[in-house]
């Protein structure tokens, strides 16, 4: 586990997949346009490990060992692929109902794509510093989509990008959804072995699957009852306090949703007077005479540059494109009332996009 979080981002060119499709990049070609960064971060990983002895840290893994945890590798990082994230969260609340046990790769692999949306439940200056980095380097493609004619992808326009708005819409949307399973998910594999190991305090034997000292189980705020040098004091499980894990998370999260909630209104005033302004000006050029006014043009041309551009432009895009045009006009209409749902329509991209 711990092997494919170190490795699952490695070599990221800090653009998405999608523009690697859109710019026909050599690992586009090579991936044939699926989970292309994702494959590359394992691929060029275990070149690493098979080209130079002196880094194989697998070296003493027999052939069997060795096959099981490469599957398991490629299964879960191929897995922070956020185009899989819907499926990923669906099918795991549709196991959970069942009554067989969970699928270990499936469950370590919602593991750490939980841990790689994770930021939004870490203290607001984290989440608040991970969230600029991460918004800078969209915005350094949305530069690089402007030099290429290509459309802007989502959140990648530096100008327009609202960005406290955009966090609410991916905690509401993805990161609370994909929390809220994994508790389920390890409330169903723990709570099973807590059990076990309360019955068996004396003569207590640790079970493989707890690799947690008690030391590193900070999130229990009710330690273990159980007395000093017990043979139960060594074993984490009895330290975890599922319960308390939930309300940790979600306090944290709405927290700094309530920090972005803030933040958004601001955000929203200062557009509606970007707008304003803008229009002002269109109106002014217009009066004058002048034919090519300001910014809106400019975009609109490039806009227009990019259609013709069929061949680059993936349906889907183009679709994009014309639902957030459409939403800014009316938004310049209404003064930016949108219903929740169209938020939704609308924003599915971006959120899927704030996870890496
Ligand atoms: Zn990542």
Same mark, same amino acid.
């Given at each position: ?51 130079? #002895? ?29 185009? @899989? ?74 100008? +327009? ?10 905690? #509401? ?50 330690? +273990? ?9 060594? @074993? ?21 949703? #309530? ?98």
């Amino acid at each position: 586990m711990i092997f494919a979080a170190a490795v699952h981002d490695y070599e990221h060119t800090g653009t998405t997949n999608n523009f690697h499709i859109q710019t026909r990049s050599d690992s586009a070609i090579l991936y044939n346009d699926r989970s292309i960064l994702e494959s590359h971060h394992v691929s060029a990983a275990y070149r690493l490990l098979q080209d130079d #002895d002196e880094m194989n840290i697998f070296y003493n893994l027999s052939k069997d060992d060795w096959r099981e945890l490469r599957a398991l590798v490629v299964e879960v990082v191929l897995a922070t692929d956020m185009s @899989c994230h819907f499926q990923q969260v669906k099918h795991m609340k549709t196991f959970l109902q069942q009554p067989e046990g969970i699928d270990k790769p499936k469950a370590l692999s919602l593991l750490l794509h939980t841990a790689d949306i994770s930021h939004p439940a870490k203290t607001w200056d984290l989440h608040h510093r991970w969230t600029l980095s991460l918004l800078e380097e969209f915005f350094r493609q949305g530069d690089k989509e402007a030099e290429l004619g290509l459309p802007f992808s989502p959140l990648c326009d530096r100008k +327009s990008t609202m960005v406290a708005q955009s966090q609410i819409g991916f905690i #509401d949307f993805i990161v609370v959804p994909t929390f809220t399973v994994l508790t389920d998910m390890t409330e169903k594999v723990v709570s099973p072995l807590i059990d076990e190991a309360s019955n068996s305090l004396t003569g207590f034997r640790c079970s493989s699957l707890n690799s947690m000292s008690c030391e590193d189980a900070k999130w229990g705020s009710q330690r +273990s009852s159980v007395s000093e040098g017990s043979p139960a004091e060594n @074993c984490s499980l009895l330290a975890v306090d599922l319960k308390n894990f939930k309300a940790l998370w979600s306090e944290q999260v709405l927290q700094n949703r #309530d920090r972005w909630k803030t933040q958004a209104t601001k955000e929203t005033e200062e557009k509606a007077i970007r707008e304003v302004e803008e229009e002002r000006a269109m109106q002014k050029a217009t009066l004058m005479g002048q034919t090519e006014p300001i910014e809106t043009e400019t975009t609109e041309g490039k806009r227009d540059k990019r259609e013709t551009q069929d061949k680059l432009n993936s349906p889907d895009e183009g679709e994009t494109g014309e639902r957030i045009k459409k939403h800014e006009g009316e938004r310049t209409q209404h003064g930016d009332t949108k219903s929740p749902k169209d938020n939704e329509t609308e924003n599915k991209d971006q959120q899927l996009k704030l996870g890496k």
